[in-house]
C-alpha cells in the first residue's frame, strides 16, 4: 500500500545551525501535509502545514517546501534551540485522514 | 485555542480488566475525533474515527468489541479497551478537528494515555 516515510531515522545539529529534515510520499492524491513535534512521552504537536496546491510556507522559524514532482517534503527549521530536540513526523492528508511517517529523532548538540 | 485533552495520562491494569480513556476538546467543538496507538519508538497508527453521534469507523485489523469508541457529545470521546492483555500495553493518542466531516481540516491531538497491562 502506499505510505509516508521519512529518509533518515536520526539528526544531529549543532545549536544555532539550521535543520533540514526530509520526508518522501507514495501517494500521489495527498493534498495536504503536515509537520508534527512530537517531545517524549507527550502527543504530537502541529508545527506547519502546505496544501498541494502551494511548494512553499514559512512559519516561525520554520519552513516547509513541498515538491511534488518528486513526491518529496522537508521541514526547515532556522536557528536550531535545544528545545527542538524531539521527533518530527510528517503526515499526508486525504479527506479526513492522516498517514504518518516513521519519524525523524532530532538532537540538538549544544 | 485549540486545545485537546485525555484522562487519565497514565494508567496500569490487570490482564482481563477493562480500561476507559476520555478524550476531550476544551475550547472548540469537535465535529470528528480519532484514536491512534503508538508502540515504543514507532509511528503513530489510525485506531478509529469517531463523529458525533454515529458508530465509530474502524481501520483494518482493528478489532471493534475490542476498542469500544463512543463519542455522544460533541467535546467527548471515550475509548474502552476491553479485557486488557499485556500486549495492548501501548501509548493511545486521540485528536480532534473542527471542520464538517469529509473536509481536510487541521488534527490537534491530546496528550496521550499510557496504558500497562500487567
Known amino acids: 500500500g502506499e505510505s509516508v516515510g521519512l529518509h533518515l531515522p536520526t539528526l544531529s545539529v549543532q545549536e544555532g545551525d539550521n535543520s533540514i529534515i526530509n520526508c518522501a510520499y507514495s501517494?500521489?492524491?495527498?493534498?495536504?501535509f503536515i509537520w508534527y513535534k512530537q517531545e517524549s512521552g507527550k502527543g504530537p504537536q502541529f508545527i506547519i502545514d502546505?496544501?498541494?496546491?502551494?511548494d512553499k510556507r514559512q512559519g516561525q522559524r520554520v519552513t516547509v517546501l513541498l515538491n511534488k514532482t518528486v513526491k518529496h517534503l522537508s521541514l526547515q527549521i532556522a536557528a536550531t534551540q535545544p528545545g527542538d530536540s524531539a521527533v518530527y513526523f510528517c503526515?499526508?492528508?486525504?479527506?479526513?485522514?492522516?498517514?504518518f511517517g516513521a519519524g525523524t529523532t532530532v538532537t540538538v548538540r549544544a | 485555542g485549540a486545545v485537546v485533552s485525555q484522562h487519565p495520562s497514565r494508567v496500569i491494569c490487570k490482564s482481563g480488566t477493562s480500561v476507559k480513556i476520555e478524550c476531550r476538546s476544551l475550547?472548540?467543538?469537535?465535529?470528528?475525533m480519532f484514536w491512534y496507538r503508538q508502540f515504543p519508538k514507532q509511528s503513530l497508527m489510525l485506531m478509529a474515527t469517531?463523529?458525533?453521534?454515529?458508530?465509530?469507523?474502524?481501520e483494518q485489523g482493528v478489532e471493534k468489541d475490542k476498542f469500544l469508541i463512543n463519542h455522544a457529545s460533541l467535546t467527548l470521546s471515550t475509548l474502552t479497551v476491553t479485557s486488557a492483555h499485556p500486549e495492548d500495553s501501548s501509548f493511545y493518542i486521540c485528536?480532534?478537528?473542527?471542520?464538517?466531516?469529509?473536509?481536510?481540516?487541521?488534527?490537534?491531538f491530546g496528550p496521550g494515555t499510557r496504558l500497562t497491562v500487567l
Open positions: 485528536s480532534a478537528i473542527a471542520g464538517e466531516p469529509g473536509t481536510t481540516d487541521t488534527q490537534y
Open positions: 501517494n500521489s492524491a495527498s493534498d495536504y
Open positions: 502546505i496544501r498541494s496546491n502551494m
Open positions: 503526515a499526508e492528508g486525504n479527506d479526513y485522514k492522516l498517514s
Open positions: 475550547d472548540f467543538q469537535a465535529t470528528t
Open positions: 469517531s463523529n458525533e453521534g454515529s458508530k465509530a469507523t474502524y
